[in-house]
């Protein structure tokens, strides 16, 4: 076996080997599958004076340094030169940076308030086309969940790493300004490059078998998916010991919302949509399952991880401060204000009303579902209780964005 392993592996390095030779071919080829640079609407506005929000942070400061520690870390190990996008405007990780910086002197000098913030810093909303000034505010949570390192009679539905076979592009490297921020994700067939295999053929048809590249084993598929979805999780061995997985990368697929789905099929209304619903119905009707969940053909693949859960610019999340974003809006790492409400729960974790959440967070991951500049995902921890909140937390709200002074356009 570990002989037939090798020729396995040998036989794909040198397919990869010749990857960089067929390339060429495969532009020419899939010209009209990869598309240019999309144009993109700004998404943000200039906030004028009168609109500028009191930033009363509804958190502990110690989480916020925290949090901003960990964003300063990120650019510590990045070129201060190095771009990034909010909305249509550039900036820097130098100014970013020093946005941090100069941030924290406020907080250490007790002058963290909106007249000496609007003094130092633009500020900026982000926004939704269909919305002036909202977003739309989610949550997820990190799952804690049973899990075995092989498979049984119980625990047979795995979580795998990255396969060997699979091929990411950096389009960018070949076309900076055609394909600025795209790649393509597939495998070799034989001379050519094909999109990789769907949830239906790697669940459906256990396309990856073979490949060995199993990391646990879940006792279902529902919290398979569902782990997929919020990007980590902690696994629960025998003997109570505990291993942390986190997102190392996934099959190129769009991703699409069961959900939306579900809402379509007429089997829910929008209003009754929440994760608890979800997992509710797929439970309540196992002949649908498969076909439910295959209609998302997004797969994402996992590591283990020591530290976490990990976020898309690799540093550790904090619960309450670290939301999610679409990285092609919004800079990997920045400090922003969130204001919107968040679910007041009891101890069953249904919702007996809403309350106002408004505190500074950190941009520090991004997620398959998170698109468009009106649109953020707030960490809320890990187990059962951020699972009912984040389950439950979809909400209009309003995103602000510090940069240093000059940058604005207006």
């Known amino acids: 076996m570990m002989i037939e392993n090798f020729n396995f592996i040998l036989a794909e390095y040198m397919k990869r080997s010749i990857l960089w030779g067929l390339f060429l071919i495969l532009l020419l080829s899939c010209s009209q599958q990869i598309s240019e640079k999309p144009v993109k609407s700004p998404g943000f506005e200039p906030v004028p004076i009168t609109e500028i929000p009191n930033f009363a942070d509804d958190l502990d400061s110690e989480s916020l340094r925290t949090a901003i520690r960990r964003s300063l870390s990120f650019y510590s190990r990045i070129p201060g030169t190095k771009t990034f996008v909010l909305g249509e405007m550039s900036v820097t990780a130098e100014e970013l940076k020093a946005v941090l910086l100069e941030f924290l002197q406020l907080m250490d000098s007790g002058k963290l308030n909106s007249a000496s913030i609007a003094e130092i ?142 809402i379509e099929k007429g089997a829910m209304s929008a209003e009754e949509l929440t994760l608890q619903s979800l997992r509710d119905y797929l439970q309540a009707h196992p002949d649908e399952q498969d076909e439910i969940l295959w209609q998302n053909e997004s797969y994402v693949f996992f590591r283990w991880v020591e530290d976490g859960p990990l976020g898309s610019i690799n540093v550790p999340l904090t619960a309450g401060r670290s939301i999610a974003t679409d990285p092609q809006f919004h800079p990997g790492g920045a400090l922003a204000f969130l204001e919107t409400k968040k679910p007041r729960l009891n101890t069953d974790g249904q919702v007996l009303g809403w309350e106002p959440l408004q505190r500074w967070v950190l941009n520090q991951d991004a997620g398959g579902a998170i698109k468009g500049p009106g649109r953020a995902d707030l960490f809320c921890g890990s187990g059962e209780t951020a699972e009912w909140t984040a389950g439950r937390l979809k909400h209009p709200g309003r995103l602000y964005f510090l940069l240093p002074k000059g940058k604005r356009v207006d």
């Open 121 to 262: 810093f633009d500020i900026y909303r982000s926004c939704s086309s269909e919305s002036s000034g909202e977003s739309l505010v989610t949550g997820y949570y990190e799952p804690v969940l049973d899990a075995r390192i092989e498979p049984d009679n119980v625990f047979r539905y795995p979580i795998y790493g990255i396969p060997p076979d699979l091929i990411t592009i950096d389009l960018a490297s070949f076309n900076a300004e055609k394909f600025s921020g795209q790649r393509l994700v597939g495998r070799m067939e034989g001379n050519r490059i094909v999109p990789y295999y769907t949830r239906m053929e790697i669940d459906g048809k256990k396309k990856l078998e073979p490949y060995g590249c199993q990391l646990a084993w879940l006792s279902n598929a529902i919290d398979v998916f569902f782990l997929q979805i919020q990007g980590s999780g902690m696994l629960r061995l025998p003997g109570e010991q505990f291993r942390r997985v986190g997102y190392a990368g996934a099959n190129g697929r769009p991703y699409k919302s069961i959900g939306k789905y579900l």
